[in-house]
């Protein structure tokens, strides 16, 4: 049986940066289930779709295939058999993810790839239903949150360091709009699950939310994995 630790929380909270230090020191694989959203939110934008048109995002869906690939620990996301990584990374496709993740056929499409994953591995899923709906049995659940305005300010940091221009009130208010989208949707909700250990990392520096999550895997799994 393998074993399944479920992170789940809202956009910024750190969730990727922490699933994938906290895979790697423990020897699991990392899953980043928001790529799989991505990658639809990137085929609807190159095939001009409106994510609001039923028909037509499910003949999308059913004609699109999507693939993740582990190549030295590392996810790749490929979709009709590109490697899409990189372009996903977009504001763009950020934005679009978040509207076409609310569509419930997005959803269902996405289900078994992500099941199937944590069935044959040790994994750390990262996304915003593992917990409530993708992994109900897992045998870890967390929900890592931030206050927004810290969110806010990381996300800022970031272009910044990435030498793009940013503006933190405009970046805060999108962070407001998205975490009220996937908050508000009616399939498959970003909420805690009632089981879910919750870790706010507001206050923390990034080693210390790390040693904060592998203290409470140790004590849920009930023997010390790092
Ligand atoms: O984690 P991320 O920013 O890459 O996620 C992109 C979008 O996909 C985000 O708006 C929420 C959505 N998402 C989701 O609804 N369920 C998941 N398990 C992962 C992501």
New binding site residues.
Partial sequence: MSINIAIDGP?GAGK?TLARKLAGRIGFIYV????L??AIALYVINENISPEDAGAMEKALGGMRIELKYIGGKQHVLLNGEDVSGKIRTEQV?AM??VV?SRPAVRARLLDIQRDIAKADNVVMD????GTA?LPDADVKIYLTASTRVRAQRRYQQLIGAGEKADLSEIEEEIRR?DER?MTRKTAPLRKADDAVLLDTSGQTPDESLQALIEIINGKIGRKMA
């Fill in positions: 956009a990727s980043d289930t928001g790529a959203y991505r950020s993810a978040s993740s996304g915003r239903d593992i993708v998205r996937d």
